[in-house]
């Protein structure tokens, strides 16, 4: 086990005393990260404690003194912490002077890949299920803890909190429970006026969570067809059960390079014909740092041949972001084809060393700049996903 990891795991607090071990986070990875947040100001408008670290150590502080958080199981207790302790990492990049007063646009967003990187480079967070299930619950918690006090601005709530709560479905410890905890908590550790205006905008949006039935669980859908238009932001009723006129399945493999995407298609879809970027590079002597244009077309043209003759196949490149794989999966649906992510994770230290053996090996600089990149497939993008460790 990583040794960062056992020493941020040891600062949490637990039953009897819950006593934060401040000191001994300062002596992790975190440091230079905890001096950076100390100079990262805030709007007094609505921080008027002052600084991000200050913000962050009240909510955590806040955080263990609620009776809900102190009844969760021992793990869930661990990753709400974590989130809270994350929770606002984002605004270090984000944070600038705009309108005269400081703002931190897309904090969140930003700091839920900050801290999925930091979890998995710097504390080995990755490459089992129950790793892979706490990194993510704590990066989905950060990534949607601004989402319940503007739930109003929202352009369609319901949908918002269902397509939330969906992620439970790949993250077993998630659920809007939890949100609403660290929520809470964000809301009590600061210095704010109208704090009791936004506490009850919370309580409402939790209140209509509950009563679409996601509180606790992702929504029942009735067919994976129904539930992907739904989540996809089709306008279609959520309890119709769509008529599905897809032809067979294209499965999209995600996933840095080095994890063991070609091994693992190799014992599991030997019979599948493949799209395979990395053939293609091989094929048009083209190396991966490279522009890679040509490297794309030719690719779309082969799995436009696959379509047209209703193949089934396989799309095997990285895909790490949600726009890249949106381009490929709207040329599969136009087609008419189902599509199923499957994103594959490996440690960070058998990653390495599997790409230095590559005949073309990858630049550490390049992985490490997917991995600050990197968002996993959520349940939204295809009518199937899977998270898979190898």
Same mark, same amino acid.
Request: net charge neutral.
């Given at each position: 086990?990583?040794?960062?990891?056992?020493?941020?795991?040891?600062?949490?607090?637990?039953?009897?005393?819950?006593?934060?071990?401040?000191?001994?986070?300062?002596?992790?990875?975190?440091?230079?990260?905890?001096?950076?947040? @100390?100079?990262?100001?805030?709007?007094?408008?609505?921080?008027?404690?002052?600084?991000?670290?200050?913000?962050?150590?009240?909510?955590?502080?806040?955080?263990?003194?609620?009776?809900?958080?102190?009844?969760?199981?021992?793990?869930?207790?661990?990753?709400?912490?974590?989130?809270?302790?994350?929770?606002?990492? $984002?605004?270090?990049?984000?944070?600038?002077?705009?309108?005269?007063?400081?703002?931190?646009?897309?904090?969140?967003?930003?700091? &839920?890949?900050?801290?999925?990187?930091?979890?998995?480079?710097?504390?080995?967070?990755?490459?089992?299920?129950?790793? %892979?299930?706490?990194?993510?619950?704590?990066?989905?918690?950060?990534?949607?803890?601004?989402?319940?006090?503007?739930?109003?601005?929202?352009?369609?709530?319901?949908?918002?909190?269902?397509?939330?709560?969906? %992620?439970?479905?790949?993250?077993?410890?998630?659920?809007?429970?939890?949100?609403?905890?660290?929520?809470?908590?964000?809301?009590?550790?600061?210095?704010?006026?109208?704090?009791?205006?936004?506490?009850?905008?919370?309580?409402?949006?939790?209140? &209509?969570?509950?009563?679409?039935?996601?509180?606790?669980?992702?929504? @029942?859908?009735?067919?994976?067809?129904?539930?992907?238009?739904?989540?996809?932001?089709?306008?279609?009723?959520?309890?119709?059960?769509?008529?599905?006129?897809?032809?067979?399945?294209?499965?999209?493999?995600?996933?840095?390079?080095?994890?063991?995407?070609?091994?693992?298609?190799?014992?599991?879809?030997? $019979?599948?014909?493949?799209?395979?970027?990395?053939?293609?590079?091989?094929?048009? $002597?083209?190396?991966?740092?490279?522009?890679?244009?040509?490297?794309?077309?030719?690719?779309?043209?082969?799995?436009?041949?696959?379509?047209?003759?209703? %193949?089934?196949?396989?799309?095997?490149?990285?895909?790490?972001?949600?726009?890249?794989?949106?381009?490929?999966? %709207?040329?599969?649906?136009?087609?008419?084809?189902?599509?199923?992510?499957?994103?594959?994770?490996?440690?960070?230290?058998?990653?390495?060393?599997?790409?230095?053996?590559?005949?073309?090996?990858?630049?550490?600089?390049?992985?490490?700049?997917?991995?600050?990149?990197?968002?996993?497939?959520?349940?939204?993008?295809?009518?199937?996903?899977?998270?898979?460790?190898?």
């Amino acid at each position: 086990m990583n040794e960062n990891w056992n020493r941020l795991k040891q600062a949490i607090p637990c039953a009897p005393a819950w006593e934060i071990h401040w000191k001994i986070l300062a002596d992790t990875p975190l440091k230079p990260y905890i001096l950076t947040m @100390k100079q990262t100001k805030q709007n007094p408008l609505w921080h008027g404690e002052g600084d991000v670290w200050t913000h962050t150590k009240m909510v955590c502080e806040e955080l263990v003194t609620e009776e809900e958080y102190r009844n969760l199981p021992q793990n869930q207790q661990q990753i709400v912490f974590l989130a809270a302790l994350f929770h606002d990492i $984002g605004k270090i990049p984000c944070t600038r002077w705009g309108d005269g007063a400081w703002v931190s646009p897309n904090h969140t967003l930003v700091g &839920s890949k900050m801290a999925r990187e930091l979890l998995w480079k710097y504390f080995a967070v990755c490459g089992t299920k129950k790793l %892979q299930n706490m990194r993510e619950c704590i990066c989905t918690l950060i990534r949607n803890h601004s989402v319940p006090i503007h739930i109003l601005d929202q352009k369609d709530p319901e949908r918002r909190l269902i397509s939330i709560a969906a %992620q439970g479905k790949l993250i077993p410890d998630f659920s809007l429970t939890l949100l609403k905890i660290l929520v809470r908590a964000d809301l009590k550790g600061r210095i704010y006026e109208d704090i009791n205006d936004s506490l009850e905008m919370m309580e409402l949006c939790f209140l &209509s969570a509950d009563e679409l039935g996601v509180l606790k669980s992702a929504y @029942k859908f009735p067919s994976l067809n129904t539930e992907h238009a739904y989540l996809s932001g089709k306008n279609v009723w959520r309890e119709q059960d769509l008529y599905d006129d897809t032809w067979g399945e294209v499965i999209l493999i995600s996933g840095l390079p080095g994890t063991g995407k070609d091994t693992w298609l190799e014992q599991h879809h030997s $019979g599948l014909p493949m799209v395979s970027l990395d053939q293609i590079r091989t094929e048009l $002597g083209i190396l991966p740092t490279q522009p890679q244009g040509k490297v794309i077309n030719e690719a779309r043209q082969r799995a436009k041949e696959f379509l047209r003759n209703h %193949q089934p196949f396989v799309w095997n490149a990285t895909n790490t972001t949600s726009m890249i794989r949106r381009k490929q999966i %709207q040329l599969f649906e136009q087609y008419h084809a189902s599509v199923k992510i499957v994103f594959l994770e490996t440690d960070w230290e058998t990653e390495q060393t599997r790409n230095i053996s590559r005949k073309n090996e990858v630049p550490q600089t390049a992985i490490e700049k997917m991995l600050k990149d990197l968002e996993l497939p959520e349940m939204r993008e295809a009518q199937r996903v899977e998270w898979l460790c190898v």
